[in-house]
């Protein structure tokens, strides 16, 4: 388990640093092929997180504690959170089985330029665990999510 939650957390972090990267985010005329990976959401799994309007208070409260975080915060400092907190939230909302569509850009590309370690990584997970357990999302419930984006792991990984 600890693991999964440690390659979901290196694909959160890949997602959501970079200045650059959600400053300059600007919607793509069709789904983004990083929502292209082949896992199915478990049954239930939208509706678990709160639905649309509860993915988006996640991601809203996620993105402020990454910024307040001092172990990666300062990644974050000349972020748009509201762009970056929208887009992870399209992004969870489609891989949870919701109504959104993930337009951002392709995850390589994107975090090419990115320096994202492994203590990066383990504190993004950390924050998002804290935002998941505050909005008293189920622990089963967070680990079905977090197997969602762990695919993703294999296109924003930059140190190795």
Do not use: W
């Not at 929502?35 to 939208?46: D, K, Q, T, V």
């Not at 001092?70 to 939230?89: C, E, V, Y």
């Not at 919701?98 to 997970?125: E, Q, R, T, W």
């Not at 008293?136 to 079905?144: E, H, T």
Request: charged share 15%; aromatic share 6%; hydrophobic share 45%.
């Amino acid at each position: 388990m600890k693991h999964l939650i440690t390659t979901t957390a290196l694909t959160l972090l890949a997602l959501a640093s970079g200045a650059a990267f959600a400053q300059s985010m600007q919607p793509a005329a069709a789904p983004s092929a990083a929502s292209a990976y082949p896992m199915a959401p478990a049954a239930g799994l939208y509706q678990a997180f709160g639905e649309e309007a509860g993915i988006r208070s996640l991601m809203d409260d996620f993105v402020v504690r990454l910024k307040a975080d001092p172990r990666i915060g300062n990644q974050f400092k000349d972020t748009n959170l509201a762009n970056l907190s929208k887009s992870l939230g399209d992004q969870l909302c489609q891989l949870s089985g919701g109504p959104c569509v993930y337009k951002g850009p392709d995850m390589k590309a994107a975090h090419a330029s990115m320096d994202i370690n492994k203590g990066h990584f383990n504190a993004l997970v950390e924050v998002l665990q804290q935002s998941m357990n505050a909005r008293g999302i189920a622990f089963n419930r967070q680990n079905q999510m977090l197997a969602l984006l762990a695919p993703m792991n294999r296109d924003v990984i930059t140190v190795r």
